[in-house]
């Protein structure tokens, strides 16, 4: 008996059904969002992946761009008629996983230009976090980018050297 599945065993597994499920659910958002107002709802799905000593590794699938940005007083915003996200929303998700990292954070973006993103991936250095980042070259000395800002705190960067973007 070996240690892998065969694949009419995959295919007949609760895994390979759950999978399946989630590929629908998250096909079904895409189009409704591509028919509404070109945002797609944000959708998170969570897979723990066992790792040694009990460790897991945590991904989520999360959508951007989200309809508003987040209320920096969401929960105690009195302004009215404010135009910012009161709710969760992407953005606001990614931020708290990534003030969770205990151990490291691989970033792989074409650019970096959210200052909230930066600010976070920041303070996980500070917090002695193993942060690493691969950017496009071309994009990351362009007006806004906060790459030069984070390699010049000590987080290693890597710029791709292919002619073409990494988009």
């Known amino acids: 008996m070996g240690c892998f599945l065969s694949k009419e065993e995959l295919y007949q597994s609760d895994a390979y059904a759950a999978l399946q499920n989630q590929v629908k659910q998250l096909q079904q958002q895409l189009g409704a969002a591509a028919q509404g107002n070109g945002h797609a709802p944000p959708v998170v ?21 989200d309809p508003a940005m987040p209320c ?14 009161h709710q969760q929303t992407s953005l606001t998700r990614l931020l708290r996983f990534l003030d969770s990292a205990r151990s490291s954070v691989d970033v792989c973006v074409f650019t ?45 960067v890597a710029l791709d050297t292919d002619q073409y973007h990494m988009h």
Do not use: M
């Open 45 to 65: 799905h969570q897979v723990v992946q066992p790792g040694a000593g009990g460790n897991g590794t945590l991904s989520e699938v999360l959508f951007f761009p």
């Open 72 to 85: 920096h007083y969401a929960g105690n915003c009195r302004r009215n008629n404010c135009t910012y996200a």
């Open 112 to 156: 970096i230009t959210c200052d909230e993103i930066s600010g976070a991936l920041l303070a996980a250095h500070k917090r002695g976090v193993r942060v690493r980042i691969i950017t496009d070259n071309d994009q990351s000395s362009t007006q806004g980018s906060d790459v030069e800002r984070l390699r010049a705190a000590g987080i290693p």
